[in-house]
C-alpha cells in the first residue's frame, strides 16, 4: 500500500477528500499529511446542508493527529468556504476536525480517554501537547456535555466537571491506563 492510501485510511477520509503528499522528517520525528480535494467538489453549507461550488479557501490550517510510530503526525490542509444566499460565506463541515480544534476527531478521543484516566499535566506529557491545549480539550468535551448536543464525536464522551477540578487542582499521578 502506498503511503498516501496508508494515510487515507487512517485519517478516515472519504470522498473527496484525499491525501495528496505525505513528508516523512526523520529529523524531527514528523510526519505531514497533506489532504486536498479535487477542483469543482461541491461542498454544504453547514447550516442549511445545501450545496454549492468552492466559494474560496481559507489559508492552510493543520491539526494534530494520533502519532504514527512515535512520529507526531499532523494533518495540513486549506479548509474551502461556501457562498449560500441564506446563511452567508461560511467554511464547509471537515470530516476530521470540530470547527476551531487543532486536534482530529481521533486524537481527541485518545486525549479525553487520557485526561480521564490521568491528571492533566501527565495526559499532556503523554500526548506531547502543552498543559493549556489539553486544559482547552478538557473544557470543550465538558461543553459538549452541558450543552447536550449529540457529540459529533465518534462515541460517547463521558466526563463530569468534579473529576476536572481534581485534575485542575493537581491530583497525584498515578498509573495510566484504565482502572
Ligand atoms: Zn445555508
New binding site residues.
Given amino acids: 500500500m502506498e503511503s498516501k492510501d496508508l494515510y487515507r485510511h487512517l485519517l478516515g477520509l472519504s470522498e473527496p477528500w484525499t491525501v495528496e503528499r505525505v513528508d516523512l522528517d526523520v529529523a524531527k520525528q514528523h510526519v505531514d499529511v497533506y489532504v486536498e480535494h479535487p477542483n469543482g467538489t461541491r461542498f454544504a453549507?453547514p447550516?442549511?446542508g445545501?450545496e454549492y461550488g468552492v466559494y474560496d479557501h481559507l489559508a492552510t490550517r493543520v491539526w494534530r493527529h494520533l502519532d504514527s510510530c512515535q512520529f507526531l503526525t499532523y494533518l495540513h490542509a486549506s479548509p474551502p468556504r461556501i457562498s449560500?444566499p441564506?446563511?452567508g460565506v461560511r467554511q464547509a463541515r471537515l470530516p476530521w476536525a470540530e470547527e476551531g480544534s487543532r486536534f482530529t476527531h481521533l486524537f481527541e478521543v485518545l486525549a479525553i480517554d487520557l485526561l480521564q484516566a490521568a491528571n492533566v499535566k501527565r495526559a499532556a506529557q503523554i500526548l506531547r501537547i502543552s498543559w493549556d491545549q489539553a486544559w482547552h480539550l478538557m473544557e470543550r468535551a465538558v461543553l459538549r456535555g452541558r450543552a447536550g448536543k449529540e457529540s459529533a464525536l465518534p462515541r460517547q464522551i463521558g466526563i463530569d466537571e468534579k473529576a476536572i477540578a481534581k485534575g485542575h487542582q493537581g491530583r497525584k499521578p498515578h498509573t495510566v491506563g484504565r482502572q
Fill in positions: 453549507c447550516e442549511c445545501q449560500c441564506e446563511h
